[in-house]
């Protein structure tokens, strides 16, 4: 039976699309953006997951210590928890772990969970039906999302079709980094792209996101010329895409396709990313950088406005 990788089905989504919608998640993605709100999206099977919160600590618990099969998990150095007190909190080597989750089902607080799990298209289409009155009152929808839910193109393809049979709006978000007969087979089940351009020099994109630009912008200028719309979202991220010369480039490239694009939205950077990446306990550093001032989104939003584009900031 066909089945995705789900890490989250979010409904009351007010962010990705319009109306009320309810967002499924879609575990793996081709890009690698250093500032990802959404780390434990990027690898595509299931994963451990620890949330510091929610441990009580081996003292007081410490059920994960002897169930491992691997050895990964011992006791950490001491710490103290969010109200100042000695605690110490299981360690888990990643490079050990194998994520067989037997540590997560041993876990009665939840502190260490598995990330992503296995969902026919029938149970996904039963959650969102339960929602529909609320997209029908607000002119909502389902919005497929990752992730790049198009690296799972089968389950998408017929998750929308079934979306469509039933009388919902369809939204796909993606980063465009797939190939053109995988968007085309969607495409007639799609009111709507959310449409990732995180960079035009393609060889920043390659340097900094481990992949070039070239497929995302052909993908973009193919789905307007196939009557597509696209709801472009631009993350403008500290010391990357953030300047003015680097708009100007934004602005040629969208002026281009600008009767398929139905709002351009900047998503100014944000650290929300920083605890996700925490709680997937990784080793290697994220970036971290102050978000975009007030001002400086205000002036690149006047600057692609100017190019006849709708412009809003998330
Ligand atoms: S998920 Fe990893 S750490 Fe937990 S029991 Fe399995 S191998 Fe050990
Ligand atoms: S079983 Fe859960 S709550 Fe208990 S020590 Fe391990 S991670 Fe913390």
């Not at 041993?106 to 298209?121: F, I, R, W």
């Not at 799972?152 to 465009?176: I, N, S, W, Y």
Request: overall charge negative; some cysteine.
């Amino acid at each position: 039976m066909l089945t995705g990788k789900i890490y989250d089905i979010q409904g009351f989504s007010v962010q990705d699309g319009p109306g009320i919608r309810t967002t499924v998640f879609l575990k793996g993605c081709p890009l690698r953006c250093p500032w990802c709100h959404s780390p434990e999206s990027q690898l595509f099977p299931t994963e451990l997951n620890w949330m510091q919160v929610r441990c009580l600590g081996t003292d007081a618990c410490g059920k994960c210590l002897d169930v491992c099969p691997k050895g990964a998990i011992s006791i950490g150095e001491s710490t103290t928890n969010a109200m100042g007190e000695p605690i110490t909190y299981p360690d888990v080597d990643k490079t050990v772990c194998d994520d067989c989750g037997a540590c997560a089902k041993a876990c009665k607080a939840t502190a260490l969970y598995m990330c992503g799990e296995d969902k026919t298209v029938d149970e996904v289409m039963h959650r969102l039906l339960r929602d529909q009155p609320f997209f029908e009152e607000s002119g909502g929808g389902v919005t497929v999302s990752g992730g790049e839910c198009l690296c799972q193109p089968e389950f998408t393809l017929e998750l929308l079709k079934r979306c469509k049979e039933a009388g919902m709006h369809t939204a796909v978000d993606t980063t465009g980094f797939v190939k053109w007969e995988v968007i085309e087979k969607v495409l007639p089940y799609t009111d709507l792209f959310l449409y990732d351009l995180k960079c035009m020099d393609s060889a920043l994109h390659k340097q900094v996101i481990g992949v070039p630009n070239e497929l995302i912008l052909e993908n973009a200028e193919k789905i307007v010329k196939a009557g597509g719309k696209i709801q472009v979202r631009i993350p403008t991220i500290p010391m990357f895409n953030e300047s003015q010369e680097h708009f100007v480039k934004y602005g040629e490239f969208l002026s281009k396709i600008k009767e398929g694009i139905d709002t351009v939205q900047l998503l100014p950077y944000h650290k929300l990313g920083v605890s996700k990446h925490q709680r997937l306990m990784k080793k290697e550093k994220i970036f971290v950088a102050e978000p975009p001032s007030d001002q400086l989104m205000q002036a690149r939003k006047k600057q692609l406005e100017a190019y006849g584009l709708t412009v809003t900031i998330h």
